[in-house]
T-cell receptor, first 113, second 112 residues
């Protein structure tokens, strides 16, 4: 597809479980971002990749959160020992270069029960 | 104080009205300014991208940036019910964090 693809679109998991969220960016985009959006709020930055490396992970809330982008394309956000407070929409965006137009996927709605 | 402030609304206008949406920001290092539209349960959709102060027009949408006042605006002319959505401003910088900082969004309702 031409846009940013995120899977799954919805994920319900039990407290304490491990989850992986996948992002497939627009082909050729070197910059990839993960954001988290709670109801009624704007997206909050989690982590930014330039190529394969995490250029800025300062937004990750704690060490239960981790993300990889091993080949500089698809990225996976991993959350260990999920908590109810992790429930949110996780958004992925990509751009050709940092601070050029960033395009978002539809998000993964994570619900921790 | 948040880095980017945006009135959450809701803002309700009749169809055909001119809509003005605004954000203020605190960090003068911000250089890139974007407006996104987000429909319920969808991802943000990029509407406008600007780099410098001044105006940029695209169809019914005009983005305005005043760096001296740290104030950005999005104007929507001839608003339509299909414009009903949440509008997010997003701001970026070449220094420090290379990711966008978002406002909290303004919910717009255009009444037919």
């Amino acid at each position: 597809g031409a846009g940013v693809s995120q899977t799954p679109s919805n994920k319900v998991t039990e407290k304490g479980k491990y989850v992986e969220l996948r992002c497939d960016p627009i082909s050729g985009h070197t910059a990839l971002y993960w954001y988290r959006q709670s109801l009624g709020q704007g997206p909050e930055f989690l982590i930014y990749f330039q190529g394969t490396g995490a250029a800025d992970d300062s937004g990750l809330p704690n060490d239960r959160f981790f993300a990889v982008r091993p080949e500089g394309s698809v990225s996976t956000l991993k959350i260990q020992r999920t908590e109810r407070g992790d429930s949110a929409v996780y958004l992925c965006a990509s751009s050709f270069q940092p601070n050029t137009e960033a395009f978002f996927g539809q998000g993964t709605r994570l619900t921790v029960v | 104080q948040k880095e980017v402030e945006q009135d959450p609304g809701p803002l309700s206008v009749p169809e055909g009205a001119i809509v003005s949406l605004n954000c203020t920001y605190s960090n003068s290092a911000f250089q890139y300014f974007m407006w996104y539209r987000q429909y319920s349960r969808k991802g943000p959709e990029l509407l406008m991208y600007t780099y410098s102060s001044g105006n940029k027009e695209d169809g019914r949408f005009t983005a305005q940036v005043d760096k001296s006042s740290k104030y950005i605006s999005l104007f929507i002319r001839d608003s339509q019910p299909s414009d009903s959505a949440t509008y997010l401003c997003a701001i970026g910088s070449d220094t420090g964090r290379r990711a966008l900082t978002f406002g909290s969004g303004t919910r717009l309702q255009v009444q037919p």
